[in-house]
């Protein structure tokens, strides 16, 4: 049996003449390879069109039985899971937040007063950037550091009942730095900078009124980022003025915070038109730290350690 | 299982006391969640007695209240005046409870009555007790040095730490002692400082400065544990969340464990497993195996922990009973404990076995003894040649000459 089997396949191998698939690499031409390798990719690329082409006209056809869309894998919606994600329902969180260093803001107690400085011998760039921070951020104060410690400010912002106090870094005359400490005995939080814009570089940019804003804040789920999120609401005042129509973004993608600034207006009942208005950054955390500002003794809830925490791309803290 | 035992004990800046079950991984908060309050912080804890079946937990409202863990009920608790102070430590002693406030008042309480008060000194930040002789405690804080105290002699410390010379500018090293520990069976305590160092100081000689000064890393060590059984090795934690196994013979750092977030509020080594547990501000509790460093447990427990109190008495064997055992090593012991109990006439045959062992170490010491009086010949070949050589030298030399 076994013998007769092989003979018969080997009459099938003689019969199909199998024409061997052209190899590109082969050719020793490089004119000629290159022109053969366009001619396939095009052909590959028609071939891809073509079957998408396909692939709509029947979910088309079937209408409302078509199955549904993939989602994109991408690596937000893969992220490593965190077990520290705030549920909104979680008594504990609740009762921890409520008792925290900015609950005072929260049970409308205390009106955000802002300083804002910047480190020694500022810039142009940043003093310009600080200044467009002031115009956004309400009741708050410019003041020059004048080579002052932060210790010594802090005491001094208190005695004048500042809420929070914002520093502005810059490294070769470029703003990189962000430093916001909540008075009285809030926890502190140092972010890395990264593209600023100044309003005079964006294009179309739009007049600025001195309505309180409305804040957004995206994507602040765990329990560190909660902290943050608490920490940047506390800048500004409750009750947005709405007929001023500005708002406030701050929006966290895989860790990075990107804060936008727009006049919006509801062209229609379904169009919105939106003005960007102020300056534009995005903001990293690199440290959160437990108290007023205090590098070097003060405790830290938690510190970005690169090369011990990035262990995925997929993992993310905010 | 009815009952629920907890392994781990872990008091929260929130007020909440919460135990913890390693075996099962679970864990729960042991009082209700409406007297969570900030004004009732947990700051710091204490077995209330030998079989540690009661915790002494005290509150920042300068209040002690004792948890009871069969009952699962606060059993009793009372109001001790210390002021406006920060209650930083209690301890027990015998049946009266130790308290210690940030005004560097150590008081004893009997009950509602205080039996003696110790004035440490302002700025107090850690009082500990010597394990082996309850009535010895020592205290130390900020420019507030090392200084012990006999409970019944609250008068004038026993011992009173000297601080170490100045710096190569001729400035004074400023003193923060953030942790303490007294060595088990030997008079030396070791504490570590806000200025990163780590000391050890040895009372029963004249010498009053350190007799160890090792340095660790920038930031403030916030709380220390020594490895149990082993009085060389002490694991040390900082705000930054770096915790580290060192070396006291070495003065270096054996190991720096991973994967903390932020800083430490309190490490403790469990007394007979090699396990070492660390809370803080980044709200987890994570348990270490000394030996192999790896990261056994992690607990994700809500809110900022502020200290931990392991239950010796309870091994994490009886828990296991009947359930996945945790560790190789843990396993291997138990099982070894199992084969003992079943088979008595065993020991027997150990002890045998030691005869045996003494045997081969006279093989071994007679074929060591065979090596040496090898190399010693060895030797005096080697000076034999040496002499040659200096004779050849020397006739080259005279032929040099003629």
Redesign the interface.
């Known amino acids: 049996m076994a013998t007769r089997r092989n003979v018969t396949n080997e009459e099938e191998r003689e019969d199909v003449q199998t024409i061997p698939a052209p190899n590109i690499s082969r050719i020793k031409n490089k004119k000629l390879r290159s022109e053969a390798y366009r001619q396939m990719k095009r052909e590959k690329k028609k071939m891809k069109i073509k079957e998408r082409k396909r692939k709509q006209m029947e979910a088309e056809a079937m209408g409302d039985k078509a199955p549904p869309k993939k989602v994109q894998r991408t690596i937000e919606n893969t992220r490593v899971y965190d077990e520290t994600m705030v549920n909104p329902q979680d008594e504990e969180v609740a009762v921890d937040e409520a008792q925290d260093e900015m609950a005072s803001y929260f049970n409308r107690e205390t009106i955000p007063k802002i300083l804002i400085t910047t480190c020694d011998r500022p810039g142009q760039r940043t003093n310009k950037f600080c200044k467009e921070l002031k115009k956004v951020i309400p009741n708050s104060h410019l003041y020059y550091r004048r080579g002052l410690d932060l210790k010594k400010i802090i005491p001094q912002a208190l005695s004048r009942d500042f809420t929070d106090l914002l520093v502005v870094n810059e490294n070769r005359k470029i703003p990189n730095g962000l430093v916001i400490s909540h008075l009285p005995d809030g926890p502190t939080v140092h972010f890395k900078m990264s593209g600023v814009r100044l309003t005079t570089e964006l294009k179309r940019a739009g007049e600025l009124t001195g309505h309180q804003p409305e804040i957004i804040l995206n994507n602040f789920n765990t329990r560190l980022g909660h902290s943050v999120g608490r920490m940047l609401a506390c800048l500004f005042p409750h009750d947005p003025e709405f007929h001023g129509r500005r708002v406030v973004t701050f929006h966290n993608q895989r860790d990075f915070i990107f804060f936008r600034h727009h006049r919006y207006v509801f062209r229609n009942a379904k169009k919105v038109g939106l003005q960007e208005l102020g300056p534009r950054f995005t903001l990293k955390l690199r440290t959160l730290q437990k108290g007023s500002f205090d590098s070097k003794f003060g405790e830290y809830e938690w510190v970005h350690k690169r090369h011990e925490m990035e262990t995925s791309r997929r993992k993310f803290f905010l | 299982m009815a009952e629920h035992k907890y392994n781990v004990f872990v008091g929260s800046e929130?007020g909440?006391l919460k135990g913890i079950n390693i075996v099962r991984s679970s864990w729960d908060?042991l009082n209700s969640?409406e007297k969570?309050?900030?004004e009732k912080e947990i700051c710091a804890m204490c077995w209330n007695n030998e079989n540690e079946s009661e915790i002494c937990v005290g509150l920042k409202n300068q209040e002690i209240m004792i948890y009871d863990i069969p009952n699962k009920a606060f059993s009793g608790n009372f109001q001790f005046q210390g002021g406006k102070e920060k209650l930083k430590n209690v301890a027990k002693l015998n049946e009266n409870i130790i308290t210690a406030v940030d005004s560097g008042v150590v008081r004893v309480w009997k009950g509602d009555e205080i039996t003696s008060e110790i004035n440490a000194g302002q700025g107090l930040c850690k009082m500990a007790q010597d394990k082996s002789q309850a009535n010895i405690i020592g205290t130390g804080g900020k420019e507030n040095d090392l200084k012990i105290w006999d409970v019944n002699v609250p008068e004038k410390p026993i011992f009173h730490a000297k601080n170490v010379k100045n710096d190569w500018l001729n400035l004074r090293v400023p003193i923060w002692i953030l942790d303490l520990e007294f060595f088990p069976g030997s008079k030396k305590v070791i504490t570590c400082t806000?200025h990163h160092q780590v000391r050890v100081y040895d009372p029963s000689i004249p010498q009053r400065r350190p007799i160890m000064d090792i340095q660790f890393d920038e930031?403030?060590l916030?709380a220390l544990s020594l490895r149990p059984n082993r009085d060389d090795q002490v694991i040390v934690s900082n705000?930054?969340?770096k915790m580290a196994l060192m070396d006291l013979r070495k003065g270096q750092v054996v190991h720096i464990f991973?994967?903390f977030?932020?800083?430490i509020?309190d490490v403790q080594c469990h007394s007979s497993e090699p396990l070492v547990a660390s809370c803080g501000?980044?709200?987890f509790l994570r348990i270490y195996d000394i030996n192999t460093k790896q990261l056994m447990h992690k607990f994700?427990l809500?809110?900022?922990l502020n200290c931990l109190i392991f239950a010796n008495k309870l091994s994490i064997e009886d828990e296991g009973q009947g359930e996945e055992k945790e560790s190789g090593i843990l396993k291997d012991s138990g099982e070894e404990q199992a084969y003992e109990a079943d088979h008595g006439d065993e020991a027997v045959w150990n002890k045998l076995k030691v005869v045996q062992t003494k045997t081969i170490r006279k093989q071994k010491r007679q074929t060591y003894a065979n090596e040496t009086s090898v190399k010693v010949k060895r030797k005096t070949g080697e000076k034999e040649d040496s002499t040659e050589r200096k004779k050849l030298k020397r006739n080259k030399k005279t032929n040099k000459s003629v």
């Open positions: 929130t909440l908060n969640m969570a309050d900030r806000g930031y403030p916030t705000t930054q969340g991973k994967g977030a932020g800083g509020r501000l980044d709200r994700y809500k809110s900022r």
